[in-house]
């Protein structure tokens, strides 16, 4: 796991964010993750070859199609999908590789991190940014207290 030290300074430190697997599907959770983002003061690239812009961003085919440096791969594919992208990664000169919430490969991790990136598995990097800087409760995170739910009370 990693601290929460390391994640305030890859949060603080790195602003450049390429999504890889974003979706204009304002329903899908990159998509909320990246709008999120991009409101909070971080430059979102888009990855997806489906699309050519999402969120008023320019969408690229792949990674190595970026022409400018990345700080962030944040990865929104499943598990067996990674080691490409974490080659990708590596390729282009990226200082961290960040896989969402239930995406874990610990070989393409360990390549990452022989390879000098930093690596964050199974995490979401708008949970832990509105954990370690403010507004997780407000930041649309299901914390249990709203519910659809009548209380036992109403319920007649």
Known sequence: MTDSNTLRRILTNYKRVAIVGLSADWSRPSNFVAKYLLEHGFEVIPVNPKYDEILGQRCYPDLTAIPQPVDIVDL???AER???FVDAAIEIGASVVWKQLGIVHEEAAKK???AGLEVVVDRCIKIEYARLFGGL?????NTGVISARRPVAFNR
């Open 76 to 78: 929104f594919q499943r």
């Open 82 to 84: 990674v080691p490409p």
């Open 137 to 141: 409760s407000t930041a649309g995170v």
């Open 112 to 114: 990452a991190r022989k």
